[in-house]
């Protein structure tokens, strides 16, 4: 358990780094740590170390971590959330940052009404347009915002994307500052606030910090190579 403890203080490092870059304090910056098909022991060091926030894909695989852990850690929920998953995950994550369509955040909403909750939202937003079909088209999030803001259990913070896979960082740059200039748009047109912005992996956090994320979301930088997936696309990657 060496090395996470070594990569942690790497990507701290390099985060804190970004954000000198970006004009910004550390505070302005969240680093989640994605324990997703990293075993216990792995998120253990990681705490240790001196990580608190974690991100899981997956309510099942979550609900198993959770109870392994000391209760200090902090989960984010970050994959496409089931509707008949929504019940058990909301009082697990203390904010979700991929809601990804407009059904999906109906049935949040009903449920947390039920449940006497107010969840902390993010929304997922299909920068990439071609391809994965997951997350609300940009246009389409626009159209939505309406029936969004009327949702009064949801605390929308902000937008998150998962930009196409690509070998460079920076290749990645330039969905980032779509992400942030449609945020900038939505605040304008609904006089609303989305300071949030979700962006950035373990190959590209640095730009997506230049770029304005305040929160980013890094895995094998931190804990190596995830378990073997037979993924057949991204999505599937990303349990989408
Ligand atoms: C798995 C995952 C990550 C972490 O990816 P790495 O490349 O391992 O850093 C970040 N965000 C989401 C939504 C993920 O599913």
Redesign the pocket.
């Known amino acids: 358990m060496e090395s996470v403890a070594g990569n942690l203080k790497l990507v701290q490092a390099r985060v804190a780094a970004a954000v000198e870059k970006s004009g910004r304090t550390v505070a302005d910056v969240q680093m989640i740590a994605?324990s997703?098909k990293q075993d216990s022991e792995k998120v253990r060091a990681a705490f240790d170390a001196g990580q608190t926030t974690f991100?899981e894909?997956r309510v099942q695989e979550a609900k198993a971590k959770i109870p392994l852990l000391p209760s200090g850690v902090r989960w984010h929920f970050?994959?496409h959330l089931q509707k008949n998953k929504i019940r058990h995950a909301l009082p697990l994550f203390e904010l979700f940052h991929?809601v990804d369509s407009l059904a999906l955040a109906n049935d949040i909403e009903r449920i947390s009404s039920e449940e006497g909750m107010r969840p902390r939202v993010l929304l997922e937003v299909n920068v990439a347009g071609e391809g994965s079909k997951i997350g609300f088209q940009p246009d389409a999030l626009v159209a939505a915002m309406e029936s969004l803001l009327q949702l009064r259990r949801l605390e929308i913070e902000g937008l998150m994307a998962?930009p196409p896979l690509a070998p460079e960082a920076e290749d990645s740059r330039r969905y980032f500052v779509m992400l942030r200039e449609l945020r900038d748009r939505i605040e304008r047109e609904f006089r609303t606030r989305l300071p949030q912005l979700s962006m950035g992996?373990?190959?590209d956090y640095e730009v997506a910090i230049e770029e304005g994320a305040t929160l980013v979301?890094?895995?094998?930088?931190i804990f190596g190579a995830r378990a073997a997936v037979k993924a057949t696309s991204r999505a599937e990657l990303?349990?989408h």
């Not at 979301?217 to 930088?221: L, N, P, Y």
Request: no cysteine; proline share 0%.
């Open positions: 994605v997703k991100g894909s970050i994959g991929s998962i992996m373990s190959n979301r890094v895995g094998t930088a990303f349990e």
